[in-house]
C-alpha cells in the first residue's frame, strides 16, 4: 500500500525545511536507500534517503518550497496506484493489511495523540530525543545538566546527548521549571522517546508520561518509573575533584575529559553552571593565569597523591581471572553494526602497490619552505587519489541493487580515529582544491573531529575514502570499504630501505597503498589500472600540478 513520506526533522532545532533538489520524478522507481531529494535545514542542506521501496507516485512540495516539519513531501507506493483519499486527507496512514484490528489500532492511536496535547496544562511543554544527525535511530543522555525542580531559561543546556557520532549538549527552546526526567542518564532511547516536560512550577503534569506516545506506540508509566527508581538509588553522576581548601570542585564528565585533554586543573576555572558547577564552554573559555601562589600549587599536588595513597590495591590471586565490562557507546555501536555490515555485504578483495617516496619528499620540502604552508604526506595522497579517481570513475562509484552510481564529484573521507572510535569528516569536492586546502581543511576537520564539534553535513556524502595509519609505524594494512562507497585506500608508513634503481642497490624511500574494493562494482583490472595512476601522480608529484 502507499506510504505517506513527510518532512524529516534534520537537526534539533528545525521546524521547516526547503526542498533544494528533486532527485527523483514523479513515476521513478524507488529502492531502499535511494536519496528522494536534497533538503536545506536551518543548519545545512542534507541528502534525504528513502527508507521504502515502490515508485514515487506524488510529490507534495516542489524544489525551491519551504514547509514545515511532518508536511506531506512524497507518496511512495505501487505503480498505478490509487492515492486519491490519501491525497484528500493529506496525512492520513497508509492502510493496513488486516482493515479491521489495524484500522482499530489506528483510530486508537489517533485519538491518544489528540488527546495528549488537550489534556496538557497551560504552559507544558513536552520535549522529546532530539535528532542531531541524519543516521541517528536512538540517543544516550550522558550527562543531566538540570534536574528536576530547576529553573530553565531558554538558551540553557538541559543535557549532553549521545549520538552515533559525537556528544552534543542540547539546549532548551522553553522557559519554566524541569517538572520531569523521562530518560535518565545513561540510558538511550529511541529519537522522540520522552525526554523531559518543562512548564510552571506546581503544574499538574499526572498522566502525560502515561499517555504519551512514540509512533502511536505508547510509554507505559511502569517502564518509566522502573528506570526512575532504579536510578535514585545511584549517587548523582557529577565529577568531583579535590580542591586546594579540602571542599570539592563540581565538573561534567565532559568538561573533565576536555580539561584532561587540554592539561588543565580543575581547580583553577571557574564555573558558571548550577552551583558553580564547570561545564564544556568553561574549558573552551578558560585562559591560564599567569601567576599562582606556591602554596595552593603544593596542595593540588598533594591531593591526588593522598587519594592514591588511600586508595585500595587490587589483589588479583593465583588461578583467577580479573576483568571489566566497558559499556558500549552509540559510536561504537553504529561503527559496529556499520562495519560488519559492510565486511558481510560486499564481497571485499584488495590490491597492493609500493610506490617510491623520494620525488615526493624533496616536492614536500620545497612547498613546506614557503611561509604559512604546510602540506603532509597524506595529503599529497588525497590529492593524488582526487585526480586519479576523475580518470578511473568506476572506483567513484556506489553499488544499489538496481544500477551502479558513477559519481562525477570527488568527496574523499579522511578517517580519523578520536577516543570513542572512529569518524570520516568529508572533503567536498577535493578534485578542485589545491594542496595546501587539503591540508588547511584535514587539519581542521581532525581537530574538530576529536574535540567532537563536527557537525553531521561534515561526516556526509563521501564517495571515496582515505585511511592512513602511517604515522603508528604500520608500513601494510587492510581496511574495510565505508560504505556506500565502492573503494578505501589504505596508506602505510614510509619505509627507507635498500632498493635497485638503474642497475644499482641504493638507499630509497618507500611506501606501500592498499586499496580494499567491492567486487560488485569494481572489477580487479579496473583497480589494478587506479592504482598505476595513483602511483604516477604520487612518485611524480609535479604532474598533479599539470
Known amino acids: 500500500m502507499a506510504t505517506i513520506i513527510t518532512m524529516p526533522r534534520l537537526s534539533d532545532t528545525m521546524t521547516e525545511g526547503t526542498v533544494a533538489t528533486w532527485l527523483k520524478k514523479v513515476g521513478d522507481k524507488i529502492s531502499e536507500g535511494d536519496i528522494l531529494a536534497e533538503i536545506e535545514t536551518d543548519k545545512a542542506t542534507m541528502e534525504f534517503e528513502s527508507f521504502n521501496e515502490g515508485t514515487l507516485l506524488h510529490i507534495g512540495i516542489q524544489a525551491g518550497e519551504t514547509a514545515p516539519v511532518d508536511s506531506l513531501l512524497a507518496i511512495i507506493g505501487k505503480e498505478g496506484e490509487d492515492i486519491s483519499a490519501l491525497l484528500a486527507g493529506k496525512a492520513e496512514s497508509p492502510k493496513a493489511d488486516t482493515p479491521k484490528e489495524e484500522a482499530a489500532i489506528e483510530t486508537k492511536v489517533e485519538e491518544t495523540k489528540t488527546a495528549t ?94 499517555n504519551f506516545t512514540i509512533g502511536g506506540a505508547s510509554t507505559t508509566t511502569t517502564a518509566t518509573e522502573e528506570v526512575k527508581s532504579a536510578s535514585t538509588d545511584k549517587a548523582e553522576p557529577i565529577v568531583q575533584e579535590a580542591s586546594t581548601d579540602g571542599q570539592r570542585i563540581l565538573a561534567s564528565p565532559l568538561a573533565k575529559k576536555i580539561a584532561s585533554d587540554k592539561g588543565i586543573q580543575l581547580t583553577q576555572v571557574k564555573g558558571t553552571g548550577e552551583n558553580g558547577r564547570i561545564v564544556k564552554s568553561d574549558i573552551e573559555n578558560f585562559t591560564p593565569s599567569t ?92 590529492k593524488a587519489c582526487a585526480m586519479a579517481l576523475k580518470k578511473h570513475l568506476k572506483i567513484n562509484s556506489q553499488w544499489k541493487e538496481d544500477a551502479i552510481t558513477i559519481n562525477h564529484h570527488v568527496n574523499i573521507g579522511v578517517a580519523v580515529a578520536v577516543e570513542d572510535g572512529l569518524v570520516v569528516p568529508v572533503l567536498k569536492f577535493t578534485d578542485a582544491m589545491s594542496l595546501s586546502q587539503i591540508g588547511g581543511s584535514v587539519r581542521d576537520l581532525a581537530g574538530r573531529a576529536k574535540n567532537k564539534k563536527l557537525l553531521p553535513a561534515e561526516m556526509e556524502g563521501s564517495t571515496f575514502t582515505v585511511s592512513n595509519l602511517g604515522m603508528f609505524g604500520i608500513t601494510e594494512f587492510n581496511s574495510i570499504i565505508n560504505q556506500p562507497n565502492s573503494a578505501i585506500l589504505s596508506v602505510g608508513a614510509i619505509v627507507e630501505k635498500p632498493v635497485v634503481k638503474n642497475g644499482q642497490i641504493v638507499v630509497g624511500n618507500t611506501m606501500m597503498l592498499s586499496l580494499a574494493c567491492d567486487h560488485r562494482t569494481i572489477d580487479g583490472a579496473t583497480g589494478a589500472q587506479f592504482l598505476q595512476t595513483l602511483k604516477q601522480y604520487i612518485e611524480n608529484p609535479v604532474t598533479m600540478l599539470a
Open 291 to 382: 601567576s599562582a601562589t606556591p602554596a595552593p600549587q603544593a596542595a593540588v599536588a598533594s591531593a591526588p597523591a593522598t587519594e592514591k595513597a588511600e586508595a585500595p590495591k587490587v589483589f588479583v590471586p593465583s588461578g583467577e581471572v580479573y576483568k571489566e565490562e566497558i559499556k558500549n557507546s552509540q559510536m561504537r555501536k553504529i561503527i559496529a553494526k556499520r562495519l560488519a555490515e559492510s565486511l558481510f555485504t560486499a564481497p571485499h578483495y584488495n590490491l597492493t602497490i609500493e610506490v617510491t617516496m623520494d620525488e615526493a619528499m624533496k616536492s614536500r620540502a620545497i612547498i613546506n619552505s614557503v611561509p604559512d604552508t604546510k602540506v603532509s604526506f597524506n595529503d599529497m595522497v588525497i
Open 117 to 210: 496535547p488537550a489534556a496538557l496544562p497551560k504552559g507544558v511543554v513536552v520535549v522529546t530525543m532530539p535528532r542531531l544527525s541524519d543516521t541517528m535511530t536512538e540517543g544516550t543522555v550522558a550527562t543531566w545538566l538540570k534536574k528536576v525542580g530547576d529553573k530553565v531559561e531558554e538558551g540553557d543546556i538541559l543535557a549532553e546527548i549521545e549520538t552515533d557520532k559525537a556528544t552534543m549538549e542540547f539546549e532548551s527552546f522553553n522557559e519554566g521549571t524541569l517538572l520531569y526526567i523521562g530518560i535518565e542518564e545513561g540510558n538511550a532511547a529511541p529519537i522522540d522517546s520522552l525526554l523531559a516536560i518543562i512548564g510552571p512550577a506546581g503544574a499538574d503534569i499526572s498522566g502525560i508520561a502515561t
